[in-house]
């Protein structure tokens, strides 16, 4: 039972569908959003005319940029605890290579201290 036929049919008619949906243009065209052909003029209302202009008050200046002797105590305390878990982060990625090399270095001496023991 070869089962190729019947799956190439079963292509050939998904391509064949998808062929139809792209000729036809019609089907591909976004709904309009209005009702009113495109050639009338449609007025469109400035902003101005729908907001009244509220009374001019002064702009206040910006704030003065805070230097490090006026930095808030929440942000410098902050900015620490953040220090604190960003380092943490860097202590863990590497604690294990660290581990790793130090294990190394010990078995190498011990193997060392041992041969040379065992030659005495």
Excluded: C, W
């Amino acid at each position: 039972m070869d089962k190729r036929p019947l799956h190439t049919a079963y292509l050939l008619n998904d391509l064949q569908s998808i062929r139809d949906l792209l000729d036809d243009p019609e089907e591909l065209l976004p709904p309009l959003l209005v009702d009113q052909p495109l050639d009338e003029e449609i007025e469109i209302p400035l902003l101005s005319e729908v907001i009244e202009p509220a009374d001019e008050q002064p702009i206040a200046p910006p704030p003065a940029p805070v230097t490090g002797s006026q930095r808030p105590l929440r942000l410098d305390r902050t900015l620490r605890q953040e220090a604190e878990l960003l380092l943490q982060e860097v202590v863990d990625d590497f604690v294990p290579q660290i581990e790793a090399e130090l294990r190394r270095r010990l078995e190498a001496r011990l193997d060392r201290l041992l041969s040379g023991r065992l030659n005495d």
